[in-house]
C-alpha cells in the first residue's frame, strides 16, 4: 500500500501535480476539494453544508470532511494506497488519518510539502482556469491550454473556481495558513517529511516530487 499525501497553500501546485503522479503509482488521485466542488453542485447533504465555508475562504468542520473521506477511502479502488490532495488539512485530520491507517496496518509513506510564497500562490490562483467538465488546470501564462478557453484534454470550456475571486484568496490564505504548517509539523516529526521548492517550473517540481516517492525513498 502507498499512501502519499501532498501538502501546500491554496495555489502550490497540488492537484497539478497529483493527477501525474497517482499515475504513475497506480492509484487513485482524492482530492479533498474536488469531492466538495461535486458534493456542492449534486446539491448533497454535505455539499449544502460545505458550501458556505468554502465560500468564505474558511475549512469546512472536521466532522464532515472526516466523514466524507472516510467513505472515499473505503471504496474498492483506494485499497492498494492513494494520492491525497488537500486533506489532511489540519492536525485533527492527520490524526484520523493515522488511525484509520494503522487500523489496516498501513501508515503515510510520504508526505510532500509543496513550498511556494504567498505572493505567488495570490498570483497562481488569479490566473487559475480549470476545465468545467473534469477540473483540468491550467494557468493563463504558466500553462495555457494549446486553444484559448478551451481544455486540452476534453475541449471543455474553461472557467474560474468560484473561489478564486480576490478576496477569497486573501481569506484562504489568512485562514488556512496555520494550519497547514501543523500538518507539516505532523509529518515531519514523523520522519516522514519532504519539502519540495513549488515556486520552479512545474516539470522540476514533477521531477522532485518522482524523487520523493521513488522505491527506497519512501518510509
Ligand atoms: P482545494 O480545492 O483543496 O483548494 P486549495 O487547497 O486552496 O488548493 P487549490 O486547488 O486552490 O490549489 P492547488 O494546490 O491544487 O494548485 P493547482 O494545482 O490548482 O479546497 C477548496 C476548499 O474546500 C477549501 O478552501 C476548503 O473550504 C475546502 N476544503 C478542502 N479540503 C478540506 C479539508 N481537508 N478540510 C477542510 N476543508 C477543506 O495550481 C494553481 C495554479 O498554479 C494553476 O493555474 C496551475 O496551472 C499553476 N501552477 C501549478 N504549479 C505551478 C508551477 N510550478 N509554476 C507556475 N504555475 C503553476
Redo the contacts with the bound molecule.
Keep these: 500500500m502507498s499512501v502519499i499525501v501532498l501538502l ?10 497529483a493527477v501525474g503522479l497517482a499515475e504513475r503509482l497506480h492509484v487513485p488521485h482524492v ?4 469531492l ?2 461535486a458534493a456542492v453542485r449534486d446539491g448533497t447533504p454535505i455539499g449544502l453544508e ?1 458550501k458556505a ?2 465560500e468564505r ?4 468542520p ?1 466532522a464532515i ?1 472526516v466523514r466524507m473521506l472516510q467513505a472515499r477511502l473505503g471504496q474498492p479502488d483506494a485499497a492498494d494506497g492513494v494520492v491525497l ?6 492536525r485533527a ?1 492527520a490524526k484520523v488519518l493515522d488511525e484509520g491507517l494503522a487500523e489496516h496496518g498501513a501508515r503515510v509513506d510520504r508526505a510532500i510539502s ?1 513550498e511556494v510564497p504567498a505572493d505567488e500562490l495570490v498570483r ?2 488569479s ?3 480549470v476545465c468545467a467538465e473534469a477540473g483540468h ?3 493563463e501564462t ?2 495555457p491550454p494549446r486553444d484559448a478557453g478551451r481544455c486540452d484534454e476534453d475541449g471543455s470550456p474553461l472557467i474560474q ?1 468560484a ?1 478564486d475571486k480576490p478576496d477569497t484568496i486573501q481569506a ?1 490564505l489568512a485562514l ?1 495558513l496555520t494550519s497547514l504548517s501543523e500538518v507539516i509539523e505532523h509529518y515531519e516529526t514523523a520522519g516522514v517529511l519532504t519539502r519540495v521548492d ?5 516539470d522540476d ?1 514533477t521531477e522532485a516530487i518522482h524523487a520523493a516517492v521513488r522505491p527506497g525513498s519512501l518510509a
Excluded at 31 to 34: L, Y
Excluded at 57 to 60: F, I, M, P, R, S
Excluded at 198 to 202: A, D, E, R, V
Design positions: 501546500g497553500g491554496p495555489g502550490a501546485g497540488k492537484g497539478t501535480q482530492a479533498s476539494g474536488d466538495f466542488r460545505a465555508y468554502m475562504g474558511e475549512l469546512v472536521d470532511t490532495d488537500g486533506f489532511p488539512r489540519d485530520q509543496i497562481r490562483l490566473g487559475r482556469w488546470v491550467y494557468h504558466a500553462h473556481r473561489d484562504r488556512q513549488g515556486s520552479s517550473p512545474i517540481v
